[in-house]
């Protein structure tokens, strides 16, 4: 055998085992639960148009999202909802992404004698992410919005 097809076998030895080997890493990487992109919106009643309160997060893990619960709290209550509170909250609507994420919005309707009743100010919103495999993921302040008149 010449060196120079000696030299080249090790070669893709190397680069296949490489290969093979980070195939096997990626697929045992298991994500954790998380919520991220959290963004949270209101918008008050203008021109005809309602007010409305917008909130929208992405959702991860590898065994795919469950759900997502959610509550938008103002900072004055001093509310601070627990991870128990959140269990019996509404939830947002989540639309699969891929096998691994959720995009999840939560939009409650507001009648215009709820927004405005709503207190000015700031507010949180709390979340309570599931997975498919039963995890959670409990995201106290995961965003903060402004209520204004």
């Known amino acids: ?4 097809v000696l030299v080249s076998s090790l070669v893709g030895v190397a ?20 919520v991220d992109n959290a963004v949270a ?6 021109g005809g148009e309602p007010a ?36 019996s909250v509404e939830k947002a609507i989540c ?3 891929s096998d691994e994420k959720a995009t999840c919005t939560y939009r409650p309707a507001l009648s215009e004698k709820d927004a405005n009743e709503l207190a000015e100010g ?9 997975a498919e495999d039963g995890d959670t993921a409990f995201v106290p302040k995961a965003a903060t919005f402004e209520v204004t008149r």
């Open 1 to 4: 055998m010449s060196k120079r």
């Open 15 to 34: 680069v296949v085992g490489g290969v093979v080997v980070g195939g096997l890493s990626s697929a045992f990487a298991a994500t954790e639960l998380t």
């Open 41 to 46: 919106r209101f918008s008050p009643a203008s």
């Open 52 to 87: 409305a309160f917008t909130f929208t997060a992405d959702v991860r893990d590898d065994s795919g999202v469950k759900s997502l619960n959610v509550v938008a709290w103002p900072a004055a209550s001093k509310l601070d909802p627990t991870e128990k509170d959140m269990r």
């Open 95 to 97: 639309v699969r992404v």
């Open 122 to 130: 700031t507010w949180y919103v709390s979340a309570l992410a599931t």
